[in-house]
């Protein structure tokens, strides 16, 4: 499965409903690798070109184009990763080297896997390195596009997670972050691309570039494959699709009616 990085604030958003969207540069492609030069086409029949690392031109129709997405298309799953640790004595081990019953804590809120409470926990690690058995967060892709990063709605900015709040405690005027701590925006546009480029300018793909973007849709799922709101009396629980419990630990119904899917 397809692993994804977000930054804490965005898995914090994951968790809590407010991000259903992400937005990421197009410079790779399935099968291709590393392009420059992405952008529609002028060649008949044919909807995009690019340049692969050899200089070589590429044309393809949109649903070739599609199919070479790295991040994967509708139906796939994709892994989140996130800052984690472990139990201070593991420190000097590499993720390769964890057992996976290890206790793991997530940094974005503090939560703790099932055997983690009453640990002391070590050093703070990096998302890039966790491993794939400690992810707890898995989006269901069920769109992906092509667009130019500046034709981004405001409603599409309010789903890529911004964070927003009163503007004004006078007037509660709705105001969305500004994410290099400046005044708070009335636009989710102007919050989104404060966002954007606080990550992605210093790489080169600042939001006055206008860069073609891939754009991911994706819902949530439960760790245990149940969505919200389906009746406790009606859950079906695969049990091959469970964590694995030391003997001593009990998953029981409430705790998958808890479950913030």
Same mark, same amino acid.
């Given at each position: 499965?397809?692993?994804?990085?977000?930054?804490?604030?965005?898995?914090?958003?994951?968790?809590?409903?407010?991000?259903?969207?992400?937005?990421?540069?197009?410079?790779?492609?399935?099968?291709?690798?590393?392009?420059?030069?992405?952008?529609?086409?002028?060649?008949?029949?044919?909807?995009?070109?690019?340049?692969?690392?050899?200089?070589?031109?590429?044309?393809?129709?949109?649903?070739?184009?599609?199919?070479?997405?790295?991040?994967?298309?509708?139906?796939?799953?994709?892994?989140?990763?996130?800052?984690?640790?472990?139990?201070?004595?593991?420190?000097?081990?590499?993720?390769?080297?964890?057992?996976?019953?290890?206790?793991?804590?997530?940094?974005?809120?503090?939560?703790?896997?099932?055997?983690?409470?009453?640990?002391?926990?070590?050093?703070? #690690? &990096?998302?890039?390195?966790?491993?794939?058995?400690?992810?707890?967060?898995?989006? @269901? *892709?069920? /769109?992906?596009? =092509?667009?130019?990063?500046?034709?981004?709605?405001?409603?599409?900015?309010?789903?890529?997670?911004?964070?927003?709040?009163?503007?004004?405690?006078?007037?509660?005027?709705?105001?969305?972050?500004?994410?290099?701590?400046?005044?708070?925006?009335?636009?989710?546009?102007?919050?989104?691309?404060?966002?954007?480029?606080?990550?992605?300018?210093?790489?080169?793909?600042?939001?006055?570039?206008?860069?073609?973007?891939?754009?991911?849709?994706?819902?949530?799922?439960?760790?245990?494959?149940?969505?919200?709101?389906?009746?406790?009396?009606?859950?079906?629980?695969?049990? #091959? &699709?469970?964590?694995?419990?030391?003997?001593?630990?009990?998953?029981?119904?409430? @705790? *998958?009616? /808890?479950?913030? =899917?």
């Amino acid at each position: 499965m397809k692993q994804i990085l977000f930054r804490d604030e965005m898995v914090h958003a994951i968790l809590f409903g407010r991000k259903t969207q992400t937005r990421r540069p197009i410079t790779r492609l399935n099968k291709i690798g590393k392009i420059s030069e992405f952008g529609r086409s002028d060649t008949i029949g044919y909807d995009w070109h690019c340049r692969d690392k050899h200089m070589r031109w590429h044309d393809l129709r949109n649903e070739n184009l599609l199919c070479r997405c790295p991040y994967g298309l509708c139906g796939d799953n994709l892994l989140v990763r996130e800052q984690w640790r472990t139990i201070k004595e593991y420190d000097k081990l590499s993720p390769s080297e964890l057992e996976e019953d290890v206790p793991v804590q997530y940094k974005t809120d503090g939560a703790m896997n099932y055997n983690a409470i009453d640990k002391v926990f070590g050093r703070w #690690r &990096s998302s890039m390195y966790m491993p794939s058995w400690m992810s707890r967060i898995t989006l @269901d *892709i069920i /769109d992906v596009r =092509v667009e130019r990063l500046n034709d981004i709605s405001g409603e599409d900015a309010i789903k890529e997670g911004i964070d927003g709040c009163s503007y004004s405690c006078s007037t509660r005027e709705p105001g969305w972050k500004d994410y290099f701590g400046g005044e708070r925006f009335i636009d989710p546009r102007e919050s989104f691309k404060s966002l954007w480029n606080s990550i992605n300018k210093p790489r080169g793909h600042g939001w006055n570039t206008n860069p073609w973007v891939w754009v991911l849709v994706f819902r949530k799922k439960s760790k245990y494959g149940i969505q919200r709101g389906t009746p406790v009396n009606e859950i079906e629980v695969d049990v #091959r &699709s469970l964590p694995r419990l030391k003997p001593h630990v009990f998953l029981t119904r409430r @705790d *998958i009616e /808890d479950e913030d =899917v």
